[in-house]
């Protein structure tokens, strides 16, 4: 069974930074898609940041390119996303998903986000 477990979330102040972290128990880190949604109260859930695992660009939503940089650890089969520059409207509570599909772009993420994990809460105060 494929857990994946966020954490890094917390408080910060506008312009400030944060780094998540998404273990994914079960899952090759090497062999599919995994990726970061956010999603703010009373809003829909939107895609931040995805990657193929395997190798190949990162694909990002417009609203965090430049700010925010995903990357893995292989070894530790671990999810990262470097958040910097962090504005008020980043505040969501971000989650994890992993799977596969011939496409791991925040378009198709229907199609491979099959595991998710809980969340971890990010507050931007400004």
């Known amino acids: 069974q494929v857990q994946p477990v966020e954490s890094g979330g917390g408080s910060v102040q506008a312009g400030g930074s944060l780094r998540l972290s998404c273990e994914a128990s079960?899952?090759?880190?090497?062999?599919?898609?995994m990726g970061w949604f956010r999603q703010a109260p009373g809003k829909g859930r939107e895609g931040v940041a995805a990657?193929?695992?395997?190798?190949?660009?990162?694909d990002y939503a417009d609203s965090v390119k430049g700010r925010f940089t995903i990357s893995q650890d292989s070894a530790k089969n671990t999810l990262y996303l470097q958040m910097t520059g962090l504005k008020p409207e980043d505040t969501a509570m971000y989650y994890c998903?992993?799977?596969?599909?011939?496409?791991?772009?925040?378009?198709?993420?229907?199609?491979?986000?099959?595991?998710w994990g809980q969340g971890t809460q990010v507050t931007v105060s400004s």
């Open positions: 079960g899952y090759t880190l090497s062999t599919g898609c």
């Open positions: 990657i193929s695992t395997g190798g190949g660009s990162p």
């Open positions: 998903a992993a799977g596969q599909f011939v496409s791991c772009s925040l378009f198709w993420f229907s199609a491979w986000a099959k595991y």
